[in-house]
C-alpha cells in the first residue's frame, strides 16, 4: 500500500484498550474521510500502516499488534489525543510529498526545538545505526509526515525545518522535547545503501 506522507489532518483517538493481545484503536473520521472507505482498507496513522477492521458511524476501527507497539509511539496513545491520518494513495493522485509504505523503522526523539518567525527548526535524536540512510536534503517522515532533512549527524541526531502548514495540519506542531516520532526511511535511499554495502561485501572491500 502507497501513502505520500501528505497528512490530511488531525484526528482523535476515542477509545485505545487491550484486547486477547491486541489493542484496539477507534479514531473519530469525518464524513469527508469516511467516503468511499471500506473495512480491508489501509490507513496511516501517525506514519503507521494499520488495516480497518470495523466502521461504526464515524467511528474507524484497527487492530494494533504488539510488534507495532513495539516500534511505535501507538502505545502512548490515549483517548482524547490527536493523531496524523492519511488514506492510501489511489492510482493517478499526485504524490505531494514522497512514496512511503507505512512500515516504521522505530522512533526519534525530539531534543531541540527552535521557533523562528515563520517555521520551526526541530533537532530529534535516533539510533546512530540508521544514520547511514540519512542524506541533507534527503526525504524522511516522521509521524508519516514527509520532510527534507536539514541537518544530519554520525552520532544520531537530524535537523528538519518545519513550516506553518505542517505545524498546523499535524502532531508536529504540538510536540515538545522528549516526545517521540514514528520514523519511516526513504526506501530507494535504503536500497541504494543496503545494494552498495552488500556488494562491497562481496568484493572483500567492507567488513562487518
Known amino acids: 500500500m502507497v501513502f505520500t506522507g501528505i497528512v ?9 484498550s487491550h ?21 480491508g482498507a489501509s490507513i496511516a496513522i501517525n506514519g503507521v500502516c494499520l488495516t480497518v477492521v470495523k466502521i461504526e458511524n464515524l467511528l474507524v476501527w484497527f487492530d494494533v499488534i504488539p510488534e507495532t507497539l513495539s516500534r511505535t509511539n501507538l502505545k502512548y496513545l490515549i483517548a482524547g489525543q490527536q493523531v496524523n491520518v492519511e488514506r492510501s494513495a ?4 499526485e ?9 516504521i523503522i ?14 520551526r527548526i526541530v533537532t530529534f535524536e535516533t539510533n546512530p545505526g540508521w544514520m547511514k540512510y540519512f542524506f541533507q536534503k534527503g526525504y524522511i517522515a516522521l509521524d508519516g ?18 513550516i506553518p502548514e505542517t505545524l498546523r495540519q499535524t502532531t508536529l506542531g504540538f510536540k515538545n522535547e522528549g516526545d517521540l516520532v514514528n520514523v519511516e526511511l526513504e526506501s530507494q535511499t535504503q ?3 543496503d545494494t552498495m554495502e552488500r556488494i562491497m561485501k562481496e568484493k572483500g572491500l567492507m567488513h562487518g
Open 19 to 39: 484486547s486477547r493481545g491486541l489493542k484496539k484503536l477507534a479514531i473519530t473520521f469525518t464524513d469527508e474521510m469516511l467516503e468511499g472507505l471500506k473495512i
Open 191 to 193: 536500497t541504494i545503501v
Open 106 to 119: 522505530g522512533t526519534a526523539e525530539i531534543v531541540k526545538g527552535q521557533p523562528l518567525e515563520k517555521n
Open 95 to 103: 504524490i505531494g510529498g514522497h512514496v512511503l509504505s507505512g512500515h
Open 145 to 162: 509526515v514527509s520532510l527534507t532533512l536539514v541537518d544530519v549527524h554520525p552520532s544520531g541526531l537530524f535537523t528538519v525545518h518545519l
Open 90 to 93: 489511489k492510482f493517478g493522485d
Open 8 to 16: 490530511k489532518g488531525l484526528f482523535k483517538v476515542a477509545a485505545f
